[in-house]
């Protein structure tokens, strides 16, 4: 199979049209606040996937009830406010949303998803809001992908984009997606939006298997601060518009949609990881010898959300002696006299007891801005795990203090 | 009952001496790191707890097991090094620690206790160890408390302690101790070792309970950063100096010193928080409206452990909501719809909806050094729950990073 090559654009498939506008929300005329993206064909099909945590934003618990039949063809979003915790007003205004879009772009309002980003619990400014969706139904453009990426950021500090080209029968499919997301994200989806355009023909439930798929691998395996959001959503939309034979999971270019489905979404979540709020350094962070999967993502989750690790990796501390401290405590079965860690292939702990690595080699990966660390959980057990991170600095707490 | 009254001051019980040196495993010549607390009277019973980590200190496993006996005559500390996660070699290095000041104090090696506190993974250095053990020996003083208090120090700003005196059948008896703890720490015992010493005369199996009882209600009631160390430990000297009746539960005077008992240890484990590293607001976090105390603990613990609330805290920003965020996430039973906040009287979510809290109190409670946040949790539950914590700064980051 041929690997797919990723551009960092979100270009728009064959009959998308999309847009990004300054509606009022944020106070910086120069920062867009608010984007649209359409599907000009009526048989579009739709998926998605939202945040687990209990409080729901008012548009997410609308959108996951308007996907229940699998079919939509707009999406408003606004960044700068969450729209959650807003009370009855929220819903009213998140059906306001949807209904306004809907009635410019003549489309049924049960075909319209409204998405919300920014802070959570202050009633939404409608008059900006009305007056985006007005703008935006008017600047709907096939080049628009890029305008609405930059238009959902909130504290992200550039557009989180990327787009591919496969061939399904031989004939050309793309797939474009944009994400934002930069402080409360953690694992089961993060503080963050991300769409994906593509004119493949599928029908709805193979769609929702294959975003599952990509999402499990991509956007469930990063962690910035462990909070999950109120309002994280991930939504695929496929519009037919590609001529070629329905895929379904015994279609033979089957793999090739999924690998790229993969590909986008995992391109787009190293981004979100890369953006994290204050970041200085990536961190892969793989675990084997748990006596399950569970357990070794457990134990990655616990490190990758312990203050004392991420403020070490922040700096130069040997943190390998903190991830240890967290292993201990983190309710995974572990074996306390076999635990191996290494920093990329630098051996730091080897059974449990401290290896004296070259510290020229160590200092220049500790200094640098992305590493691997390997953790052996020494039970025998063929359980694994990857999670990916970052590390928290002072930035991060100037960030979120105000 | 008389409320007992606390001194900040390691008074040691008659019986008692104590002494804190600096024998040059910290590099400035100004840091004390070393203490000794010694009982001169065999009879002396002893009582510990210890970390939950799974990861033991070398000192930590030798101490729970000596201590199973019940008896204890001294306790030798170093800082600077946590002697965890050292192999064998800590293990050797901690029995040694023992068998040196055994003999310097012509006491059996099983009534010597160590306590080890600093950098984890890193080997001892036994030379200025063993220096400090012999200049201990040689300046043990009935007046030492403070000395050893300021000796256990890593990271602390400053030296804890807490005396009170009570009267048990009419009888004197004192009850002093200190501790140390900044940062690492969490419930269910926090990077922090506390020593207490009392002329009571009470048996071991009592000393365990009233001990239990104490630290349930105080060390294991507070956070900084939700890091559970490995050397943890809390341990009590009591050396029946005192004339009075032995000391049970059926003891008249039993609840005057389960009270005291209490009274030191909380105020011990406030002075940790006070404490924290780069603290700058105390934060007393009280949970109601649970289905059961265990779930107002955890929905309490998730918020005092989310990096989001905690740097939200330092500055002023209403961390209200992200503690909305929290409790949706945190794996409790809620009602989405009737979750209370207050800030001490000032309401800020009422049945999920955003109060509108007077903007000039509301200002002067998020600008001062202590407030208590009151969360109900809306099931009707009668579960509640109380923990005390502290803001995330950039100065913990700071502290940390190297």
């Not at 379904?248 to 890369?274: C, R, S, Y």
């Amino acid at each position: 199979m041929k690997i797919p090559e990723y551009t960092d654009s979100f270009i728009l498939a064959p009959g998308f049209r999309a847009a990004g506008v300054h509606a009022g929300i944020k106070a910086d005329p120069q920062k867009s606040d608010m984007a649209l993206i359409v599907s000009d064909r009526e048989d579009t099909v739709a998926a998605g996937m939202f945040t687990t945590n209990k409080f729901q934003a008012a548009p997410v618990v609308m959108d996951i009830q308007k996907l229940k039949k699998g079919t939509s063809r707009a999406i408003i979003v606004n960044s700068g406010n969450a729209n959650a915790c807003t009370g009855a007003q929220g819903k009213l205004d998140a059906e306001e949303m949807a209904q306004r879009t809907a009635d410019r772009l003549a489309l049924p309002v049960d075909q319209v998803l409204v998405s919300s980003t920014g802070s959570i619990g202050k009633p939404m400014k409608m008059d900006p809001v009305r007056k985006g969706i007005d703008l935006l139904t008017a600047q709907l453009d096939p080049k628009g992908g890029n305008q609405a990426a930059a238009a959902i950021m909130t504290t992200d500090t550039r557009p989180k984009t990327c787009s591919t080209v496969i061939e399904i029968d031989g004939v050309p499919v793309t797939m474009g997606g944009c994400c934002k997301g930069a402080g409360m994200i953690e694992p089961n989806m993060a503080t963050m939006l991300a769409y994906i355009c593509t004119d493949a023909t599928i029908d709805t439930e193979n769609l929702r298997q294959a975003l599952k798929v990509a999402v499990d691998t991509s956007f469930n395996k990063i962690s910035i601060d462990g909070d999950t959001s109120t309002n994280d959503s991930v939504i695929c939309l496929a519009n037919a518009h590609a001529p070629h034979n329905t895929l379904t999971p015994q279609h033979p270019d089957w793999e090739v949609f999924q690998t790229a489905l993969n590909g986008v979404l995992f391109d787009l979540a190293m981004k979100i990881v890369w953006d994290g709020e204050g970041m200085t350094k990536f961190i892969e962070l793989r675990a084997e010898g748990a006596v399950s999967d569970a357990d070794a993502d457990k134990a990655l989750r616990a490190i990758a959300n312990s203050f004392l690790v991420k403020t070490g990796w922040a700096g130069t501390y040997p943190a390998w002696s903190r991830m240890v401290d967290v292993l201990g405590y983190c309710d995974v079965e572990i074996d306390t006299e076999n635990i191996n860690i290494h920093y990329d292939d630098i051996p730091m702990l080897i059974k449990s007891t401290p290896a004296s690595p070259d510290t020229e080699a160590l200092t220049k990966i500790l200094n640098s801005n992305r590493y691997t660390v390997h953790l052996n959980l020494g039970t025998g057990g063929e359980g694994t795990a990857v999670l990916y991170t970052c590390d928290c600095t002072e930035e991060y707490v100037r960030i979120n203090m105000f």
